[in-house]
């Protein structure tokens, strides 16, 4: 990253919040649950599916995660309602993790049993390495009782080619990414390259052990990573799929489903933006950097 895209994640906290809304409404579908179906039903008319999340991390407040639980239910009535080609996507600690393992784990099963009852699926998200061993053991508790949930496995972490040993062996339903928060070095590599030698490496280990694998990646050299598994795995087009982000290189989405490969996007919505958003920008300091340049144009004129 240039001093100058440094410069800029590292001012972000002082950008007013009405102009990172802005800036990152394209990688959220809307503040409400129609925007999210809304967005999906576009995605599906392109053959595109969807994972639908819920913005909210962080929660510790039991109320909250309980109201989390209930919107999960309506989101999963509206897939179902709409005919919807979509799957969920949720943030443990928004169900309760840093609360109570127990806590997360049940409201997270609540939701499994809703997700049973329409044959959908969900999808744990694995967040900071704060998380990680719990975020697995909820997805192992879970395993017991449902088939439909899966989880996330992040390339940059050192412990996850472990950790992709014991999935392996439970046949675990996987996304693949290379990871999003701010880690120590002692427990993520650092060298962009050892994290997508990393990517490629697990993604094998994953498949060998007949994994399905969510090869979620914007990078076209991981996408090739992904095409190079499907052709010598001999995959059919029912055993992977590729997965990007709302809002992200449209181009590349637009390639891989044109080659005939499943393509699922990520679809955010709700008011609780700041912090995905946050993220999103500061991988992509571009973005950010024309949000400055719109404080600037604005100061010059008022
Ligand atoms: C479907 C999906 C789900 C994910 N779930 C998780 C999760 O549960 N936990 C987690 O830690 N991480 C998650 N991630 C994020 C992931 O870990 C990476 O941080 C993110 O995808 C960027 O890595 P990359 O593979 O796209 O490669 P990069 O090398 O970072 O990016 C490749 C290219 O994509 C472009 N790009 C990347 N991000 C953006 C952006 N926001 N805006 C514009 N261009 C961009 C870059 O400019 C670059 O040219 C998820 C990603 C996807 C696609």
């Given at each position: 990253m240039s001093l100058f895209n440094k410069a800029i994640v590292a001012t972000l906290p002082l950008v007013p919040r009405p102009l990172v809304r802005r800036f990152a409404g394209r990688y959220i579908a809307g503040d409400k649950l129609e925007d999210a179906v809304r967005v999906v039903k576009a995605l599906n008319n392109r053959g595109i599916c969807a994972t639908i999340d819920i913005l909210g991390e962080e929660i510790d407040d039991r109320d909250e995660a309980l109201a989390a639980v209930e919107a999960y239910k309506k989101v999963l009535a509206a897939i179902d309602a709409e005919k919807l080609d979509s799957n969920i996507s949720l943030k443990p600690t928004m169900l309760g993790l840093k609360i109570d393992k127990a806590f997360c784990r049940e409201n997270v099963a609540a939701i499994c049993d809703e997700v049973k009852r329409y044959g959908n699926f969900v999808r744990v998200d694995m967040e900071d390495s704060s998380c990680t061993q719990d975020t697995l053991d909820v997805y192992y508790a879970l395993r017991e009782r449902y088939d439909n949930v899966g989880t996330v496995i992040q390339s940059y972490l050192r412990r996850s080619l472990a950790d992709c040993a014991g999935l392996a062996a439970a046949k675990a339903n996987l996304r693949l990414c290379k990871g999003i928060y701010n880690e120590p070095r002692e427990l993520a590599y650092k060298d962009k390259a050892v994290v997508n030698a990393n990517f490629s490496l697990l993604l094998d280990v994953l498949l060998d052990g007949g994994c399905y694998v969510g090869i979620a990646t914007h990078d076209e050299k991981m996408v090739w990573e992904g095409l190079r598994a499907v052709y010598e795995y001999g995959?059919?087009?029912?055993q992977y799929e590729f997965q990007m982000l709302l809002g992200v290189d449209a181009k590349l989405r637009d390639t891989i489903v044109a080659a005939g490969h499943k393509l699922r996007i990520y679809v955010p919505f709700g008011t609780a933006w700041y912090a995905y958003s946050t993220r999103r920008l500061k991988e992509n300091p571009r973005l950010a950097g024309q949000i400055f340049r719109n404080i600037f144009v604005k100061y010059e004129l008022t």
């Open positions: 995959l059919e087009r029912d």
